[in-house]
C-alpha cells in the first residue's frame, strides 16, 4: 500500500463539456474518492459549469476539491488546465472565460478563446499546459518556451498516456523538454469518463456533436477505452519511469487554496438615504411599512414576531438581501405593476411589512415553516412574480440600476429527457429517421422514466435486436445529462462584487440578455444571491380587474381606498361556496380538471383549505397516494391517526396526511432521524440523482429509521415516495400561501362581479386552462351580457358597458349566485378577439371613429387602414351598427379600390366624395345562421349568435345523443352517449395513462375520462377530432361528473353540415381528380368546417 | 401516404383511399398523422419525379395527337382537332385514353370538350372518370361546380366564397360589373374562356431538343448484325452533332421500335465524355452479347433512335499527325472499365477507397466504379487523373489528398487475416520477446507500442476485445506488425497475431 505515490487528478472533462465528456461530475467526483485520490479537479472546455456540482459531492466525500478549467483556444494553441491559486485567481478565469464568451465573433456555447488572453489574465492561477509531444523538439520549445517564461512557478507540463503506439517515446521528449525548460512534468490521464464503460456513451455523444452517426464517425471516435479513471497503482505502472511526475500531481493540488466557499454572501449594498447601515434601513423600512399595514396599532405579538425576525435577519446577515428585493418590489409598486413574492423567506412579518408579500399574519400564524430556518446554512430564497405583460419594465429597472456588471441571469441546464434523450441516440445510432420519430412520438411528454419494453414495441422494434439494445441502453446512459445552458425564466443574480469576476457571463439567444453559468441549485450552492423576477399572467389579470372595480363600481375597504390584494374582504363564504361547487372557470390554480374534481368533496370554508387544495392536486402527494386517505379523513370517513404527538405537531392540519414539502422534510427529521441538512440534501438529491440509484441509501435511512422508531413501514413507505415526488416537483407549502392568496382573489372577484373577471382575463389572455370561448361562455351563464365587437363601439382590448343586470339570466347551475352577482356591466368584446388584426391599426380606427363611422366606404376613407384590415373587420361581422352583416360588409369591402388609396388622403375632407356609391345591385345568397356561426368561430373563436352544436342536435338526437346539459338528471352508472366539441385533453403525468377529456355542446360541458385500454383503441380519436362521440357509463360521485369512455366516434366531419348549402342541384362533394387529394405547392387546403372549430387543447 | 417538408414541418401530401378512410386528410402535420395512428407508412414526396413521370406519359399520348401540353402538376391537355376521328370518334377516343391508362395502372379522370377551360372543369370536378360536354352544354355543366372549376387562384376564390358565391351557377348571370370591379377582370376571362366566348390556346409542350438520331426503316430489320451497322451509322451522326456542342456522352440510349409497337430501350454510360464512334459501338456490343437471346425482335424493327440522355463538355486533344487522336494511359483504362461495366454490370466493377475506421482491416473498402466516378471532390484528385479531364489540371491532379490516418503508421503489406502466431511477452501490457510465424522463430530486438484499439461496439460482427497492436522489429532487421487480443489478467490467456509486414 504504502509503495503506491498518492495522486490526485486534474485534466478531468465531465459532461459539462458538452457533448464530449461522458460522466457527471458527481460520478467522477465519487469515483476518485472511492479510487483513493488525494484530490480532484474538474476542468470542462472554456466552463466551469459543472464545477459548483462537483463541489457539492465533494464536500460530501470529504476529498479535497479544486475548480477549474480546461481552457482550449481557437488559435491552434494546446489546451491548458487552469486551476485559480486563489480568490485573485478565479476572478481572472471569471474575466478571461467572461471576455472570449462575449467576443462578437463569438456564438452562443462557442467561446472564442485566444491564446493572448491566457497572457493577459493568467495570474494567480495554476497551469498545465497538454502540449502535442509527437511533434518535433524545436517546435515544442518555441512553444513553451514562452509560456514558462511567463508564468514561471505557476506552470506545469502535462503529460497523458494515449496508447497510440508512441506513448514510450512522446513521454521521453516530454521528460527531456521538461528538463531543458525546468517546467515540472505532471500526471493526468486526460479524463472523459470514470469508468470504462461509458467509452459507448463517448462515441455516441461524438456523434451527436458531429451531427452524424456513429459508424460515420470513423477517425473522430477515440480508438481506444483509456480515458477514464485508474487506479493510482495503474498510475504509477504507466508513469514508472518519471514518478516524479505523479508527484507533482501533489504539488500542483498544493498550489491551489481558492474555494468555492469564498464566493459567499456577495450581496449588493443597498444604499441609505440616511446613511444608515443596511440593518438599520431595513428595520426603519420594515417600522415604517408596520404601520401602515396595521392602521390601527401593532399586536403585541405580532411586534414581538418582527423583533424576532430581525433579529434574525441581523444574525445572519441578511438584511442587504431583503432590501434589494424590497427595492425591486418598491419599484414595481411604483409602477403599479401587481407583485406578491413567495418562498418561506417571503412568508414573514418583516416582508408583510415591506410589501414584498400580501400573505398577513393571520394566513401566516398558520404556516409549518416560515422564514428562514436557522440551522440550514442557505440564503434565503424570494421569488417574486408579476404581472406577465409587464415584467420586462422590471427587468429592465434591474439591469439600469445594478448595471451589467453586477447582474444577471441565472442558467437553465437543459437536459437530456426521455423524448429527446431518445431522439438524439437513435439519430446518432443510424436509425432511420421514421423510426426516430416513431420512438421519440412513443414516448410521451417530459419524462425522465427509464424507457425500453413498451416503447421499442411502438416503434415496432425487436428489442433482442443489438442495435435497438444498444440504443436503449445509451438512451437511458444519457438521460439527465447536460445539453446546453439555458437562461433561467427570470431568476436574476445580482453581487456587490464585479459579476464577471465571481462567474463566467455568457450570451443568451437574446442580445440584451446575458446569463451566468450556474444555475439556481449552484446559486443555493455557492450562497449567491438570486431574485426570480417570474411572470404571472394572474397577476395580469387582477391588476385588470382592480382597476375595472375603481373605475366603473363604487366599491371600497373600510377606510374608503379602492381595494388591493390585501385589502379583498377576507374569509367571505359566498365566495368558497363558489368554489365549493367546483364554479372556478377562470379561478387561478383551480380551475383545472383534476381541480375541479377534488372540490366538491374538499368543500374548502377557509383560507388555509384553499392552500391545501392548492398543493393536493400535484404529483407529489399523488404519488405518495396521500390525497384519498385525506379526501376520506376530510369527509368524516376515517379518524386521523398520528402514530404520536411529534407526529400530531407535523401532521395535525392536514389530518395526518404528509401533503407538503415541508411535512416530508419534517418527518425525515422528526422521525426519520435526518438532521435538517441531510434532509436538505434528500430532496436535492431527489431531483438531481433520481435515476442513479444513489437515492437508495437515503431510503433505506429513512424508512429503516421510522420503523426503528415504530412506525409502520408501509407508511413509512409512502412518506418516501411522496418525498420522490417533490423532489421533480416540489410546492412547499410557503407557496401555496401566497398562491392561495391569488385563488381567492381571483375567486372574489369572479363571484360578485363576473363582468370584471370575464373582462380582465380576455385582456390578459394568453392564459390559463380555457379558451376565450369558455370564459365567455362561463360569464354568459352568470348572467353577464356579452357583446359582438364592432367598429362603433369596441376599442382594442373588451370593456364594460352600461347594462342592466337580469339574475334572471343566469343558468340554473348557477341559480345560487343571483343574489350574490353584483354586476351592473355589460361586456363588449374588442377587437383583440378577432383573428389576424394589429393593436396599432386598431388604435389608429377609435382615434378617428369621431361620431362614429357611417358606411365601410366611410371607415376606409377615414381611418386610412388598407382593405385587407376591413375585410377581417367584415370577416368578424363586425360592422352590424351600420347595420350590415358579414358578407354585405365584406361585398362593400371588395368593391373599395386601392388603385386610388394613394390619393385619397389628401381628400381626407372632402365632403364631396360620397360615402356610398351607387352600381348595380347583386344578389348576394342570404347566409344561414350555421354559417354566421361557422364564420364567428373562423375570426373569433367563439360565437355570440349560437353553439355550433345547437344546429346538429336533431341529428344527434335522432342517433341517441343527450345534451351535457341532462346529465345531472340521470342516473349512476347509465349508460350513455353525449357529444361535443373537443375543449381540452389532458394526461396528467401521474394518472397512470388516463386522459381526460372536456367536451361541449350548446347545453354545457362534460367530462369524460378515457382509460388507458380505451384510448389506445380510440387513439386517433381521442387525438384528432374535433366533433366527438363517446358513449360510456355516467358516474356522478358528490355533484362530480364523469362519463367513463367505452366508445368514442370522430364526428369532425358532422360539422360540414353547418355550411352545406340548401339541398340544390348539389353534385356529390367535389373534390379535385384521382382518388384522394394532393397538393404538392401552395397552402394545404381548408378541410372544411372542423378545420375552422378549436383543435382542442392539450395539456399534460 | 406521401409527405413532403413545408415551412418545417411535414405535411401529408398524398395518400391512398386506406388512409383516407382513416379521416385523414392532405395539409395535415405528419406528426398529428402518426399520432392517430403510429403505424402508418410514410414516404417522401417526389415531385421532381413526379414531374418526370407526367413528362413521360405526355410523350406517351403523342398516340393520339402531337398536340400535347403539360398542365400543372396532375394534368395533361390534348389538343384532338382533327385526330378524333383517328380513334373511332370522341367518345371513343376519350374511352380508350382512360382505358389505356389504367391499363398502365393510373386512376384517371378524364374530360372532353370544345373548349379547355371546359375540358379542364370537366376532367377535375364532374365527378365521373370520363365525360364529354356537347358544344353548348358548358353552362349547363359548369353550374353546380365549384369556384376552383374556373382555374382561378384560391385567393380569388376565397374572396367570392367568403361573400356566399361558391358555385358557378351563382356568377354565370350575374351582372359584370361588380363581378369585375371586385375579383378582377381574370375570373370574367375565365368564365367566358370555360363557355368558348373567348378563344384560348393551348400551349404544346416543346420537347427539350434531344441530342438524339434516329432511322426510319421502310423495311423493318431483325438481325443483330444489321442493328449494329445501323448503330455505327447513327454513332457516326451523333459525332458531328457532339462535336459542333463541343460534347461528349456520358449515357446513352438506343431505342428499338418494334412494328407492333413495343419499345427496347438499351443504355450504357461512360466514365468520361465520349464521342468516337467505334468506342460507342464497342460499348453497345458488350450489351448485345449480354442481351443477344432476350432481345426478341417479332416482326422487326421499324424505327431505330440513338440518344444521348446526358452529355458534358468534351475536352479537344491534339491529333497527331497521322490523324489518330492521341490516347493517354487512363483513357484506355476507362475505356476498359467503361466496357467491362457494359458486358457484366455496374455492380461488377469496384475501387478500393480508403474508409475511415480506427479498425486496420475496415480501413479500405470497395466501391462501385459508378459511385466512385461521382464521388464529390473528396477524392477529386483520383477523378481527374482518371478521367482525363484534367489535361490542363496537372497541378490539381498532383494535390493527392493526404489522408491522415492514426499516429503510428501502418504496414505496407497487410494480410488478408491476422495469423495466429505463438508468443512470449512482456506482462501486463509490453511487447513480446519472440514468436513463432509460419513456423520459424523470431527474436524481437525491438518494440514500440502498444496502440490499442478497442472493437466497434455498435456492430454486431465487432471484434471481441481490444487489441494492442506492437511494431516490432527482429534480430535480423526484419519488421512485422504484431497485436495481442486479450489481457493477461482476463480468465483465458491473450492470443498473439501477426497482421502486418513493413518493408
Known amino acids: 500500500m504504502s509503495d503506491i505515490p498518492p495522486y490526485a487528478e486534474f485534466g478531468i472533462q465531465s459532461n459539462f463539456s458538452f457533448l464530449r465528456g461522458a460522466s457527471r461530475p458527481e460520478e467522477l467526483v465519487l469515483t476518485a474518492k472511492l479510487m483513493g485520490y488525494t484530490a480532484i479537479g474538474l476542468a470542462d472546455r472554456n466552463s466551469v459549469a459543472g464545477v459548483v456540482r462537483a463541489w457539492k459531492q465533494a464536500e460530501e466525500q470529504e476529498i479535497d476539491y479544486h475548480p477549474g478549467c480546461r481552457l482550449v483556444f481557437s488559435d491552434d494553441a494546446p489546451d491548458v488546465l487552469a486551476y485559480p491559486q486563489d480568490r485573485q485567481g478565479w476572478a481572472h478565469l471569471c474575466r478571461m472565460l467572461t471576455q472570449a464568451n462575449m467576443r462578437e465573433e463569438a456564438q452562443k456555447g462557442a467561446p472564442l478563446l485566444y491564446w493572448q488572453d491566457l497572457f493577459d489574465w493568467g495570474d494567480n492561477i495554476s497551469l498545465a499546459i497538454l502540449a502535442d509531444f509527437s511533434q518535433p523538439a524545436d517546435a515544442l520549445l518555441a512553444q513553451l518556451q514562452p509560456f514558462k517564461d511567463r508564468f514561471g512557478r505557476s506552470a506545469w507540463i502535462a503529460l497523458a498516456p494515449l496508447y497510440k503506439g508512441d506513448d514510450r517515446w512522446r513521454f521521453a521528449q516530454a521528460a527531456s523538454i521538461s528538463n531543458e525548460l525546468g517546467l515540472p512534468l505532471m500526471a493526468t490521464n486526460d479524463v472523459l469518463y470514470h469508468a470504462k464503460d461509458r467509452r459507448a456513451l463517448q462515441d455516441v455523444l461524438t456523434a451527436i456533436r458531429l451531427k452524424t452517426t456513429v459508424p460515420k464517425s470513423g477517425l473522430e471516435l477515440e480508438m481506444n477505452a483509456e480515458r477514464h479513471l485508474k487506479l493510482p497503482r495503474e498510475m504509477q505502472r504507466l508513469f514508472r519511469d518519471y514518478l516524479q511526475a505523479l508527484a507533482e500531481t501533489q504539488r500542483f493540488a498544493a498550489s491551489l487554496s481558492f474555494s468555492l466557499k469564498e464566493l459567499e454572501h456577495n450581496y449588493p449594498d443597498e444604499v441609505s438615504e440616511r446613511g444608515l447601515t443596511a440593518q438599520a434601513e431595513l428595520e426603519r423600512l420594515t417600522w415604517e411599512g408596520a404601520k401602515r399595514r396595521f392602521p390601527k396599532g401593532l399586536e403585541p405579538k405580532h411586534e414581538e414576531l418582527i423583533r424576532k425576525e430581525l433579529t434574525l435577519i441581523e444574525k445572519k446577515n441578511y438584511a442587504r438581501y431583503f432590501l434589494t428585493v424590497f427595492d425591486i418590489v418598491r419599484f414595481a409598486r411604483r409602477q403599479r405593476i401587481l407583485c406578491q413574492g413567495r418562498g418561506s423567506a417571503a412568508n414573514s412579518l418583516v416582508c408583510y411589512c415591506l410589501g414584498i408579500t400580501d400573505v398577513g399574519p393571520d394566513i401566516m400564524d398558520h404556516l409549518l415553516e416560515r422564514f428562514i430556518s436557522e440551522e440550514r446554512n442557505e440564503p434565503p430564497d424570494i421569488d417574486v412574480d408579476f404581472e406577465h405583460d409587464r415584467r420586462a419594465e422590471v427587468i429592465a429597472y434591474i439591469y439600469q440600476k445594478y448595471s451589467e456588471k453586477n447582474t444577471a441571469l441565472a442558467a437553465a441546464v437543459i437536459s437530456y429527457r426521455g423524448r429527446s434523450a431518445m431522439r438524439e441516440v437513435a439519430k446518432a445510432m443510424g436509425l432511420s429517421e421514421d423510426i426516430v420519430n416513431a420512438l421519440a412520438g412513443s414516448i410521451w411528454g417530459w419524462s425522465s422514466k427509464e424507457v425500453g419494453e413498451q416503447e421499442a414495441g411502438a416503434a415496432g422494434l425487436d428489442r433482442s435486436d443489438p442495435l435497438t439494445r444498444h440504443t436503449f441502453e445509451r438512451a437511458n446512459e444519457i438521460m439527465g445529462f447536460p445539453r446546453h445552458l439555458s437562461q433561467h425564466v427570470g431568476g436574476f443574480v445580482i453581487t456587490r462584487d464585479r459579476l464577471d469576476e465571481i462567474v463566467p457571463i455568457v450570451k443568451t439567444a437574446m442580445e440584451e440578455r446575458k446569463m451566468i453559468e450556474w444555475d439556481k441549485d449552484d446559486l443555493d450552492n455557492v450562497g ?31 377606510f374608503g381606498r379602492p381595494y388591493t390584494l390585501a385589502t379583498l374582504p377576507q374569509e367571505e363564504k359566498p365566495v368558497y361556496d363558489m368554489i365549493s361547487r367546483a364554479d372556478t372557470i377562470g379561478v387561478f390554480q383551480v380551475e383545472s380538471r383534476a381541480q375541479m374534481s377534488m372540490l366538491p368533496r374538499l368543500q374548502p370554508q377557509t383560507f388555509y383549505d384553499l392552500v391545501i387544495e392548492v398543493a393536493i392536486v400535484r404529483p407529489g402527494p399523488i404519488q405518495g397516494d396521500m390525497v384519498h386517505p385525506y379526501l376520506r379523513r376530510r369527509e368524516g370517513r376515517e379518524k386521523p391517526e398520528y402514530h404520536n404527538d411529534e407526529l400530531r405537531a407535523i401532521l395535525g392540519k392536514t389530518l395526518g396526511v404528509p401533503l407538503f414539502q415541508e411535512q416530508a422534510m419534517k418527518i425525515a427529521i422528526v422521525a426519520g432521524g435526518f438532521t435538517s441538512s441531510e434532509a436538505d440534501q434528500l430532496r436535492r438529491a431527489m431531483a438531481t440523482f433520481r435515476r442513479t440509484g444513489a437515492v437508495r441509501h437515503y431510503r433505506d435511512k429513512l424508512v429503516e429509521g421510522m420503523v426503528r422508531k415504530g412506525y409502520p413501514r408501509d407508511f413509512a413507505e409512502r412518506c418516501f415516495r411522496q418525498l420522490e415526488g417533490f ?36 385582456n390578459s389572455q394568453p392564459m390559463g386552462f380555457y379558451a376565450p370561448a369558455q370564459l365567455v361562455r362561463d360569464a354568459r351563464e352568470h348572467g353577464v351580457e356579452i357583446r359582438e365587437p364592432d367598429i362603433n363601439f369596441s376599442v382594442w382590448d373588451s370593456t364594460l358597458e352600461q347594462a342592466t343586470f337580469k339574475p334572471s339570466r343566469i343558468a340554473p347551475q348557477h341559480r345560487s349566485m343571483r343574489s350574490i352577482i353584483r354586476t351592473a356591466h355589460g361586456l363588449r368584446l374588442g377587437f383583440r378577439q378577432i383573428k389576424g388584426l394589429a393593436q396599432q391599426d386598431m388604435e389608429q380606427l377609435v382615434t378617428r371613429r369621431g361620431e362614429g363611422y357611417k358606411s365601410v366606404r366611410d371607415l376606409w376613407l377615414r381611418s386610412g387602414l388598407p382593405k385587407s384590415v376591413l375585410a377581417r373587420l367584415a370577416e368578424a361581422d363586425a360592422f352590424r351598427s351600420i347595420g350590415l352583416d358579414r358578407r354585405a360588409a365584406l361585398w362593400a369591402v371588395h368593391a373599395l379600390d386601392e388603385a386610388r388609396a394613394s390619393d385619397r388622403l389628401p381628400l381626407l375632407d372632402r365632403r364631396e366624395i360620397g360615402l356610398f356609391e351607387a352600381e348595380p345591385q347583386m344578389e348576394l345568397p342570404a347566409m344561414r345562421p350555421s354559417e354566421h356561426v361557422v364564420s364567428d368561430y373562423r375570426s373569433l373563436s367563439l360565437s355570440l349568435k349560437a353553439h355550433p352544436l345547437a344546429f346538429l342536435r336533431d341529428q344527434l338526437k335522432q342517433s341517441g345523443v343527450v345534451p351535457n346539459g341532462s346529465l345531472r338528471d340521470r342516473r349512476n352508472g347509465q349508460r350513455i352517449s353525449v357529444a361535443g366539441l373537443v375543449l381540452i385533453r389532458q394526461r396528467p403525468g401521474t394518472s397512470k395513462g388516463i386522459i381526460f ?78 382518388q384522394g387529394s394532393h397538393t404538392v405547392s401552395g397552402p394545404p387546403r381548408v378541410a372544411g368546417v372542423s378545420a375552422v372549430m378549436p383543435k382542442g387543447r392539450n395539456f399534460h | 401516404m406521401l409527405s413532403h417538408r413545408e415551412d418545417n414541418t411535414q405535411r401529408i401530401a398524398a395518400m391512398n383511399e386506406a388512409a383516407e378512410a382513416l379521416g385523414l386528410r392532405v395539409g395535415l402535420g405528419i406528426a398529428d398523422a402518426r399520432a392517430m395512428h403510429p403505424d402508418l407508412e410514410v414516404l417522401e414526396a417526389d415531385p421532381v419525379g413526379d414531374e418526370r413521370l407526367l413528362t413521360r406519359l405526355a410523350d406517351w399520348c403523342d398516340h393520339f395527337t402531337p398536340l400535347v401540353a403539360i398542365d400543372g402538376y396532375d394534368g395533361l391537355l390534348l389538343d384532338i382537332s382533327g385526330c378524333a376521328h383517328l380513334f373511332g370518334g370522341e367518345d371513343a377516343l376519350l374511352q380508350e385514353v382512360v382505358r389505356r391508362l389504367a391499363a398502365q395502372g393510373f386512376d384517371a379522370r378524364a374530360g372532353l370538350a370544345s373548349t379547355p377551360g371546359m375540358a379542364w372543369a370537366a376532367a377535375r370536378f364532374s365527378g365521373r372518370a370520363a365525360v364529354n360536354i356537347p358544344a353548348g352544354g358548358e353552362g349547363e355543366a359548369l353550374t353546380p361546380m365549384p369556384l376552383a372549376a374556373l382555374r382561378i387562384a384560391e385567393e380569388a376564390q376565397r374572396k367570392l366564397e367568403s361573400v356566399g358565391l361558391r358555385r358557378v351557377g351563382a356568377l354565370l348571370n350575374a351582372p359584370r360589373g361588380p363581378l369585375v370591379r371586385r375579383f378582377g377582370r381574370l375570373l370574367v376571362t375565365r368564365l367566358d374562356q370555360a363557355l368558348g366566348l373567348v378563344e384560348e390556346a393551348i400551349s404544346p409542350r416543346l420537347p427539350v431538343p434531344p441530342l438524339s438520331v434516329e432511322r426510319r426503316l421502310g423495311e423493318p430489320i431483325s438481325l443483330l448484325d444489321d442493328i449494329k451497322d445501323l448503330l455505327l451509322l447513327l454513332a457516326r451522326t451523333l459525332r458531328q452533332d457532339l462535336e459542333r456542342r463541343g460534347e461528349g456522352v456520358r449515357q446513352l440510349t438506343l431505342s428499338l421500335f418494334r412494328v407492333d409497337g413495343v419499345v427496347s430501350r438499351i443504355s450504357v454510360s461512360t466514365s468520361r465524355p465520349l464521342r468516337e464512334p467505334q468506342a460507342i459501338a464497342l460499348l453497345f456490343r458488350e450489351k448485345f452479347a449480354v442481351l443477344e437471346d432476350s432481345l426478341d425482335p417479332g416482326q422487326g424493327f421499324e424505327l431505330v433512335r440513338l440518344a444521348a440522355a446526358s452529355t458534358a463538355p468534351f475536352v479537344e486533344k491534339q491529333e497527331d499527325l497521322h490523324g489518330d487522336a492521341v490516347v493517354v494511359e487512363d483513357e484506355r483504362f476507362s475505356l476498359m472499365v467503361d466496357r467491362l461495366r457494359a458486358r457484366l454490370g455496374d455492380a461488377a466493377v469496384m475501387m478500393p477507397t480508403p474508409a475511415e475506421s480506427h479498425i486496420p482491416e475496415r480501413q479500405a473498402e470497395f466501391m462501385s466504379f459508378r459511385d466512385w466516378v461521382r ?37 505496407l503489406r497487410l494480410l488478408a487475416r491476422p495469423e495466429l502466431v505463438e508468443a512470449a511477452a512482456e506482462v501486463p501490457e509490453g511487447p513480446p520477446f519472440s514468436f513463432r510465424w509460419r513456423k520459424a522463430l523470431y527474436r524481437v530486438s525491438r518494440a514500440e507500442g502498444p496502440e490499442r484499439i478497442e472493437p466497434e461496439w455498435w456492430r454486431e460482427a465487432a471484434i471481441s476485445a481490444a487489441r494492442d497492436y506492437f511494431r516490432v522489429e527482429d534480430m535480423e532487421g526484419r519488421r512485422f506488425w504484431l497485436f495481442r487480443e486479450g489481457t493477461y489478467d482476463g480468465e483465458t490467456m491473450p492470443r498473439w497475431y501477426l497482421h502486418g509486414l513493413f518493408p
Open chain 1, 727 to 762: 423532489g421533480e416537483y416540489g410546492f412547499p407549502e410557503s407557496h401555496a400561501a401566497s398562491f392561495a392568496l391569488l385563488v381567492y382573489a381571483s375567486a372574489w372577484f369572479k363571484a360578485y362581479y363576473p363582468d370584471i373577471f370575464c373582462t380582465a382575463l380576455l
Open chain 2, 375 to 411: 464521388q464529390p471532390a473528396r477524392s477529386g484528385a483520383h477523378r481527374f487523373v482518371m478521367n482525363g479531364r484534367g489535361s490542363g489540371g496537372a497541378a490539381a491532379a498532383v494535390q493527392q489528398e493526404e489522408v491522415t490516418w492514426s499516429v503510428s503508421p501502418r504496414p
Open chain 1, 528 to 558: 449567491l444571491l438570486k431574485v426570480d423576477i417570474l411572470a404571472l399572467g394572474m397577476l395580469s389579470c387582477l391588476r385588470r380587474c382592480f382597476d375595472l372595480l375603481e373605475t366603473h363600481y363604487p366599491a371600497r375597504d373600510s
Open chain 1, 997 to 1074: 377529456m372536456t367536451i361541449e355542446d350548446e347545453t354545457g360541458t362534460t367530462n369524460i375520462v378515457v382509460r388507458t385500454q380505451v384510448f389506445e383503441k380510440f387513439r386517433p380519436e381521442v387525438l384528432g377530432s374535433r366533433l366527438v362521440r363517446v358513449t360510456g357509463r355516467l358516474q356522478i360521485v358528490s355533484d362530480v361528473i364523469h362519463v367513463i369512455a367505452e366508445k368514442i366516434e370522430d364526428l369532425s366531419s358532422w360539422l360540414n353540415l353547418l355550411t352545406k348549402e340548401e339541398e340544390r342541384s348539389a353534385p356529390p362533394e367535389s373534390k379535385p381528380a384521382g
